[in-house]
């Protein structure tokens, strides 16, 4: 079981550009989420799927945008972005909302 | 609104020595609470959670609704216990959403 898989690692955008953070899980979990971690910060939710076809909000979406159309992936779309939204980027997934959730190893995203 | 509280960015013990990490929670309900643990290069993981009352590497933490606390504890630190600590608390009302501290960095020095 590779767990949670997360790519890119490292990503230096410019401001205005778009791009897709990936986020694969092997553990066949219902749930899954998208955190970001601001330095200094805990982490925030952005978005979260309670399975494939279901996503909802966060307590910080704006500028992102998610899609599950399987069970295994949980992509995240960054459209426009901004300065804010440099930060260390974290998916999880858990079988159900009160299990245990399991972490991606992150991506480290800067926007200049 | 929930809210979790780690009062010390840093926290340097030496080996041997107890450790106590503070977490605070505001909610005046029943949360859950649970600490994560972060080693260098290593994903976040769950260490313990407050239902569980078991002991993980050494480490328990008990949970005071008199003090909203949910303190993490190590008689005696080793090296390897160094790493980043995140306190959290879920609700179980509606999205059982996590909510995070903003952890604590633990070093013990040899």
């Known amino acids: 079981n590779a767990g949670v898989t997360q790519t890119p690692k490292f990503r230096i955008l410019k401001i205005g550009q778009s791009m897709t953070l990936q986020c694969t899980q092997d553990?066949?979990?219902?749930?899954m989420y998208w955190y970001r971690q601001d330095p200094g910060m805990g982490l925030k939710l952005i978005y979260y799927?309670?399975?494939?076809?279901?996503?909802d909000k966060g307590e910080v979406p704006n500028g992102y945008n998610v899609s599950r159309s399987t069970t295994e992936d949980f992509p995240l779309r960054l459209e426009l972005a901004a300065p804010s939204q440099t930060s260390v980027y974290f998916c999880?997934?858990?079988?159900?909302?009160?299990?245990?959730?399991?972490f991606g190893p992150g991506t480290r995203l800067t926007v200049t | 609104a929930q809210r979790v509280t780690q009062p010390e960015k840093l926290l340097s013990v030496f080996k041997g020595a107890p450790v106590e990490l503070k977490c605070n929670y505001s909610?005046?309900?029943?949360?859950?609470l649970f600490w994560y643990v972060q080693y260098s290069r290593q994903r976040l993981q769950l260490l313990l959670r407050?239902?569980s009352r078991e002991s993980i590497k050494g480490f328990t933490a008990d949970l005071n609704k008199g003090e909203t606390s949910f303190h993490l504890k190590k008689p005696f630190a080793q090296e390897e216990d160094s790493a980043m600590y995140y306190c959290?608390?879920?609700?179980?009302?509606?999205?059982?959403?996590?909510?995070f501290g903003t952890g604590t960095r633990l070093l013990v020095s040899p």
């Open positions: 959290a608390s879920r609700v179980n009302t509606g999205f059982q959403k996590l909510v």
């Open positions: 999880a997934s858990s079988y159900l909302a009160d299990y245990e959730q399991y």
């Open positions: 799927s309670v399975g494939a076809g279901i996503t």
């Open positions: 553990m066949n979990h219902n749930y």
């Open positions: 407050h239902i």
């Open positions: 909610y005046s309900g029943s949360p859950e």
